[in-house]
T-cell receptor, first 115, second 115 residues
Framework: KAGVTQTPRYLIKTRGQQVTLSCSPISGHRSVSWYQQTPGQGLQFLFEYFSETQRNKGNFPGRFSGRQFSNSRSEMNVSTLELGDSALYLC??????????????FGEGSRLTVL | GENVEQHPSTLSVQEGDSAVIKCTYSDSASNYFPWYKQELGKGPQLIIDIRSNVGEKKDQRIAVTLNKTAKHFSLHITETQPEDSAVYFCAASTVTGGGADGLTFGKGTHLIIQP
């Protein structure tokens, strides 16, 4: 069974630009969560989607947004990039939403560098 | 919101010895405590989890203990092997019938197994 697939794996942007990251969950998984990982702040929850609806959101500014499609694939978008947005963005999928049962399966992440 | 503290940040042990990583949490409503292992260049992988109605859980060389009164939980790895070298993260979340908050992670412990 294929794991969580994130694209692109690496990208470089400049301040002020926007970026879109993509996540394909494990087949059959309907919940997708996004996390930001930085050396200073560690792993921080961005948002969770289930059945195309955002169920939960972490404490990030409105520049961070996401969506989920009917096939459970998800995208996240960061607009007006800042240097501090440089991070590894991790996507995780699970069959059920909200950690009710089962584990989160993480992808290998998209490493964003903002210059 | 929830706050998770993790210690130590780096732990070096001889191969074959035991390793213990400790975490504390602040929100008494948290009831789900997973531990993740992250190897270089990969996403976090769940290694064991515990829910607040259980005090201890074991899986081969790995065990987790939970003290709800002290808001403290620990990961124990016995008979450490070179492949145990990685960064370990503890996390906490509140899971209810209606869903859950995202995971709040500790800052991670870099476990080094010395040959």
């Amino acid at each position: 069974k294929a794991g969580v697939t994130q694209t692109p794996r690496y990208l470089i942007k400049t301040r002020g630009q926007q970026v879109t990251l993509s996540c394909s969950p494990i087949s059959g998984h309907r919940s997708v969560s996004w996390y930001q990982q930085t050396p200073g702040q560690g792993l921080q929850f961005l948002f969770e989607y289930f059945s195309e609806t955002q169920r939960n959101k972490g404490n990030f500014p409105g520049r961070f947004s996401g969506r989920q499609f009917s096939n459970s694939r998800s995208e996240m978008n960061v607009s007006t990039l800042e240097l501090g947005d440089s991070a590894l963005y991790l996507c995780a999928s699970s069959y059920y939403p909200g950690l009710a049962t089962g584990e989160l399966f993480f992808g290998e992440g998209s490493r964003l560098t903002v210059l | 919101g929830e706050n998770v503290e993790q210690h130590p940040s780096t732990l070096s042990v001889q191969e074959g010895d035991s390793a213990v990583i400790k975490c504390t949490y602040s929100d008494s409503a948290s009831n789900y405590f997973p531990w993740y292992k992250q190897e270089l260049g990969k996403g976090p992988q769940l290694i064991i989890d515990i829910r607040s109605n259980v005090g201890e859980k074991k899986d081969q060389r790995i065990a987790v203990t939970l003290n709800k009164t002290a808001k403290h939980f620990s990961l124990h790895i016995t008979e450490t092997q070179p492949e145990d070298s990685a960064v370990y993260f503890c996390a906490a979340s509140t899971v209810t019938g209606g869903g859950a908050d995202g995971l709040t992670f500790g800052k991670g412990t870099h476990l080094i197994i010395q040959p």
